[in-house]
């Protein structure tokens, strides 16, 4: 096997063992795929339970290249494929799942359905943070919820990977934002997004007292599920709407019910597994590159910069909960 065919990917080949540098081939792109040349993945608490073999609902078979979220530049299409081409920076939300090869190599081949150019006015590392976080956001609020303008929003969580994308979509679809966090370093980000701040030890009564007189909030975005998924039934207004990227586990219906209120989930997941509506994922990376681009939404990062041959340390900074914003690892090329 000559060079050219080859590349470097960072495999996994034991539950929550360690990432190998490895020689493996280069994958070619067959008919509806792009071969990506990897810039930089992003990486997601998600990514930690595929690794740890712990997320039922998102298995990956062992050994493999994991990474979910990428952005990099268009090496080359197969056949059939409109709408890119090589050149073309790009990123998207492509594998790591389900058996499909992830992002924590040099290319990736990917469904172009998957893909869509990024924002012009982000780095890789950034556009990298995005995919899976944004697109989660995205399907909550303006697929589920349908959010409009001057709408009541909360989101639950407002501060984490997922919540601070929903402040700034629903910030930019007119909607009157509210979110809670814990720690005033959070609650000051919250702030300067345009978000008023709730601290998440607050009893719900109490803040739903303070900022609707009791009514409640018209939408309700829980990213934390348990407790916080509880507490958003509570929050929510007569006739409003809570959706949920975490409503596992056993929750009472009844103040939901008595409100009058619905409920719906996100599992952003499930075009990945099934490949079904594939689509819908470039469509909404696409919304959110044209936010990103007229100064709308800005991904928050972590400051480390770590390598594919520093994918365990970026792991286990993930892992700590202290990283204050996405972690990114970059992907050289000789």
């Known amino acids: 096997m000559s060079p050219t065919q080859t590349m470097t990917a960072a495999v996994v080949d034991s539950r929550d063992g360690p990432f190998t540098l490895q020689a493996v081939a280069r994958p070619t792109p067959g008919p509806g795929a792009v071969l990506v040349r990897v810039e930089a993945s992003g990486l997601?608490?998600?990514d930690l339970k595929i690794r740890a073999e712990q997320a039922a609902h998102a298995r990956n078979p062992l050994p493999a290249v994991l990474g979910m979220d990428v952005a990099g530049e268009v090496e080359a299409?197969?056949?059939?494929?409109e709408g890119f081409a090589p050149g073309d920076r790009v990123y998207g939300l492509i594998g790591g799942v389900g058996g499909l090869q992830g992002a924590h190599a040099q290319y990736v081949s990917v469904d172009a359905r998957?893909?869509?150019?990024?924002?012009?006015?982000?780095?890789?590392?950034?556009?990298?943070?995005l995919p899976l976080v944004a697109i989660t956001a995205w399907e909550g609020l303006v697929d589920r919820?349908?959010?409009?303008?001057?709408?009541?929003?909360?989101?639950?969580?407002?501060?984490?990977?997922?919540?601070?994308?929903?402040?700034?979509?629903?910030l930019a679809k007119g909607a009157r934002v509210y979110a809670t966090a814990l720690g005033e370093e959070d609650q000051t980000y919250l702030r300067g997004l345009g978000?008023?701040?709730?601290?998440?030890?607050?009893?719900?009564?109490?803040?739903?007292?303070?900022?609707?007189?009791?009514a409640g909030f018209e939408v309700v975005y829980d990213t934390g599920g348990g407790v916080l998924l509880d507490a958003s039934f509570q929050a929510v207004k007569r006739f409003g709407h809570v959706v949920s990227c975490l409503g596992w586990g056993v929750h009472a219906l009844a103040p939901?019910?008595?409100?009058?209120?619905?409920?719906?989930?996100v599992f952003t997941l499930q075009p990945l597994l099934s490949g079904e509506g594939r689509r819908?994922?470039?469509?909404i990376l696409t919304e959110v590159a044209a936010l990103a681009d007229s100064g709308l939404l800005k991904p928050?990062?972590?400051?480390?910069?770590?390598?594919?041959?520093?994918l365990d340390a970026a792991y286990g900074t993930l892992a700590s909960g202290r990283a204050g914003g996405k972690v990114v690892v970059d992907v050289a090329h000789p």
């Open 44 to 46: 997601n608490p998600l």
């Open 280 to 283: 819908h994922f470039g469509e």
């Open 145 to 170: 919820a349908q959010i409009r303008p001057g709408q009541t929003v909360l989101v639950q969580g407002g501060a984490g990977g997922v919540g601070h994308l929903a402040v700034q979509i629903a």
């Open 195 to 214: 978000a008023v701040a709730i601290d998440g030890a607050r009893s719900v009564e109490d803040y739903v007292a303070e900022h609707t007189a009791g």
């Open 77 to 81: 299409v197969g056949a059939g494929v």
């Open 256 to 265: 939901l019910s008595f409100k009058q209120a619905t409920y719906s989930g």
């Open 114 to 129: 998957l893909l869509a150019k990024r924002p012009a006015n982000l780095d890789a590392r950034a556009a990298a943070a």
């Open 300 to 310: 928050r990062l972590h400051a480390g910069r770590f390598g594919l041959d520093a």
